[in-house]
């Protein structure tokens, strides 16, 4: 009998419970007990969600972070909030976001907050995680007490349960030595440490553990592969089975490797590494399970469920009983319920499947290896007609867009004249001081803008007073920034929802869910739209928005887009052609609006890709591929206007040392980028790589509550000012503001002004 199991399970709640108990608990609107409960509640509930499996992951609820979780299961604490006495959780929330609740911090006497811990992408997703810390000096000591209490919850509900943990290999590769020691050095302390939490688990009649080690599928050196058999070997005298979990790509050359590790099972990706499975049964141990990713954990379409039984089969009769059967990935990435959806176009809900319905399609593949096609015939039947009907739908193909990227030429990527040529004329035109002042493109969200904006979507208002209600707002956001004196302003955009659905809203071949929420971070939460057909701009998208600002400003105002590969990288994009023509269409869409844009007398354009490196494939062989299209789908969109016009660009959470060389190939006038949190560690990229162009290394660390100084501004910018000429410097925050209070951003912006006056004052 095949046995069928889960990665993980989304936490956020199929209404975002968890996003609102967290803000409501840290702005003392609400106690630890009632947070504590409502995860309680969420877990419960979701374990009903999955007890059809035979297994049912434990330990993958989180209320911030799974990698912060287990940073704190290790004992792994940055030094700075060890002496912080009180519940472990508002230590917790202080690593995670630099303050807890107000009282509590008080309690603890960090009123200001702490510097929370680096955040960066969990491999190629768009979800974030807390970067562990090290130093030569760490230690690791057991706390096992989360693991336990949510391991009693599920046993009290009569789910077979699964914890799950993330490996020690993949722990130390996924955090960051402080002090520039090997992490490597540190497996000796760790191992022990899990062989205490193992045996600890055992003791609670934990007969699986599910052991996440997705660095398998990227190119690792000798070092690190000799840490793996180290490490398991350390491990396989402990008293539970291993199921040890690779996903996200392919082992390739790791694949020998994987397959005589010492544990019982192991699982792979079989969506993104198909072409392994055949080598992989070769060299399988007569003994080890083989745990098949079947159904994809990352996108939300259908999948075909007669298709896969055609190659399942054989192996379900070679493998019999050691084949298991899962998604490709934890369910983190996708949403929770389709049934949710009331408003989704019918025929494309009919082609997708969320996370709940993707346990569904497991489920009909278990049946029909387990008892035969003809008992679930029906359910192949209707998955069959579904396939099928996206397939052939005339929505999905639009042969004018597929004729308009025919004719593709390299020169709608080229600028008129080089940056130096460039920045002369625009030098002359904007007439900017040294270390110019801008913000990335958000203001505050407020919940008056929410209200509005849910008025509108509900019809309780027309588009006439939504338009005046939202003029408002960006009259606000212009008069906020006069009193500021930043020197380059933005419209605040609050009429848009979030920079990617905005757009998408607006582009021919774009479908929207209503609930269709996946967890970025914390209680960030984001709602991807479905690219699902060939892309169309029907009509200017954001030009009388721009316009109406600009003539309200006295300063200049950046007209702010979403770039190509950003869209792409945060829609739920069709997997029935290459994403790389995907990206060359939304290029096509988003050149038109910059053309726009100038036409009506904008002279800076900022065209974001914040998303750039979340693209790369995993491994290196790969990346030049995806950069060459990527780069070229930026181009197409950007490099259409006059050199007067000034091209801005945005990047979040980016390691730059190993793709600089593209990210100047852009040739964007100026890039903004995060830098607060790393403690501009991320310009190290520019000690071997002369930048030619701008640069704008964020000051001011937008994902924390806390206030940024007057004198760390002026200190992150003059250890920027060692790597770039002070005079192609900009000062900006790290990312967009609308997640922010006005009450922080005003005096966080109003000291990032006087620190910049202060540096034109002192550097150079």
Not at 14 to 31: D, H, N, V
Not at 438 to 448: A, H, K, L, M, R
Not at 459 to 479: F, L, N
Not at 587 to 600: G, Y
């Amino acid at each position: 009998m095949v046995t069928t199991h889960n990665l993980g399970f989304p936490r956020i709640g199929a209404k975002r419970e968890l996003k609102f108990a967290l803000e409501s608990y840290w702005k003392g609107q609400s106690s630890r007990d009632e947070l504590k409960a409502l995860g309680a509640q969420l877990r419960r509930r979701h374990w009903q969600d999955q007890s059809a499996l035979d297994l049912v992951p434990v330990g993958d609820f989180a209320f911030y972070d799974q990698v912060l979780d287990m940073s704190f299961t290790l004992g792994n604490l940055p030094e700075r909030v060890q002496g912080f006495h009180g519940d472990a959780l508002d230590n917790y929330f202080r690593v995670a976001r630099g303050r807890s609740t107000h009282a509590a911090d008080e309690q603890a006497q960090c009123c200001g907050g702490v510097a929370a811990g680096e955040m960066t992408k969990w491999f190629d997703t768009n979800y974030h995680y807390i970067v562990p810390e090290f130093t030569a000096a760490t230690e690791f000591n057991l706390d096992a007490s989360r693991l336990l209490e949510q391991l009693a919850e599920a046993k009290a509900q009569g789910v077979r349960p699964k914890p799950v943990i993330i490996g020690p290999v993949t722990y130390l590769a996924l955090g960051k030595a402080k002090d520039g020691s090997h992490k490597l050095a540190l497996l000796d302390r760790l191992l022990p440490v899990y062989v205490e939490l193992l045996e600890t688990l055992a003791a609670q009649g934990v007969e699986w553990v599910q052991i996440d080690e997705p660095i398998l599928v990227t190119e690792l050196d000798a070092d690190w592969q000799q840490a793996f058999n180290f490490a398991y070997q350390h491990l396989k005298n402990c008293p539970v089975k291993l199921l040890l979990a690779t996903y996200f790509g392919q082992l390739l050359e790791n694949r020998r490797l994987a397959v005589n590790l010492p544990v019982a099972g192991l699982h792979v990706d079989a969506v993104n590494d198909r072409v392994d499975i055949e080598p992989l049964l070769n060299l399988l141990s007569v003994d080890k399970v083989l745990s098949l990713g079947v159904i994809n954990g990352r996108n939300i379409w259908k999948t075909d469920l007669s298709a896969v039984l055609d190659w399942l089969e054989p192996l379900a009769e070679q493998l019999g009983d050691r084949l298991w059967i899962a998604p490709s990935c934890s369910l983190l990435h996708v949403p929770v319920d389709l049934d949710s959806e009331q408003r989704l176009d019918g025929e494309i809900k009919s082609w997708l499947a969320f996370a709940k319905q993707k346990l569904d399609e497991l489920a009909v593949l278990a049946t029909s290896l387990n008892q035969g096609c003809d008992a679930v015939r029906d359910e192949l039947d209707a998955n069959h007609t579904a396939i099928a009907g996206r397939r052939d739908s005339p929505r999905v193909n639009n042969p004018a867009v597929k004729a308009a990227l025919a004719k593709l030429d390299a020169k709608l990527g080229q600028r008129q004249s080089p940056y130096t040529q460039r920045a002369v004329k625009q030098a002359a035109l904007l007439k900017l001081p040294k270390f110019p002042t801008t913000t990335i493109g958000s203001f505050p969200q407020t919940p008056e803008i929410r209200q509005v904006r849910h008025q509108f979507k509900a019809g309780e208002i027309d588009e006439a007073a939504y338009k005046v209600a939202m003029q408002a707002e960006i009259a606000r956001s212009v008069r906020e920034q006069e009193a500021l004196g930043l020197d380059v302003f933005v419209h605040g955009e609050a009429e848009r929802n979030d920079m990617v659905e905005y757009f998408g809203e607006q582009l021919e071949g774009y479908a929207f869910s209503q609930f269709g929420w996946v967890q970025s971070y914390g209680s960030r939460c984001v709602k991807p739209p479905i690219l699902f057909g060939d892309i169309r701009r029907p009509k200017a998208m954001t030009v009388e928005w721009i316009k109406y600002a600009q003539s309200l400003a006295s300063k200049p105002m950046k007209g702010m887009l979403t770039g190509p590969v950003t869209i792409l990288n945060w829609s739920f994009v069709r997997d029935d052609q290459p994403r790389s023509v995907s990206c060359k269409q939304l290029a096509l869409a988003i050149r038109e609006e910059v053309l726009d844009l100038e036409k009506a007398g904008v002279r800076m354009i900022q065209i974001d890709e914040a998303a750039l490196r979340e693209g790369l494939p995993l491994r290196k062989s790969q990346w030049q591929e995806y950069l060459d299209w990527a780069v070229e789908s930026f181009r197409i969109t950007a490099n259409g206007v006059a050199d007067e016009t000034q091209i801005h660009t945005h990047m979040c959470y980016s390691e730059f040392n190993d793709i600089i060389a593209s990210i100047a190939n852009m040739d964007a006038d100026v890039i903004t980028i995060e830098t607060s949190r790393s403690d501009m560690e991320l310009l190290d990229a520019f000690d071997d790589f002369n930048y030619p162009n701008e640069i704008g290394p964020g000051v001011y660390d937008i994902h924390s509550p806390n206030i940024p100084t007057q004198d760390h501004i002026v200190q992150l910018m003059k250890k920027a000012a060692e790597r770039i000429p002070a005079e192609r410097l900009w000062v900006n925050p790290d990312c967009g503001l609308k997640t922010r209070q006005w009450s922080e951003v005003i005096p966080a912006l109003t000291n990032m002004v006087t620190a910049a006056k202060n540096l034109r004052a002192t550097v150079g």
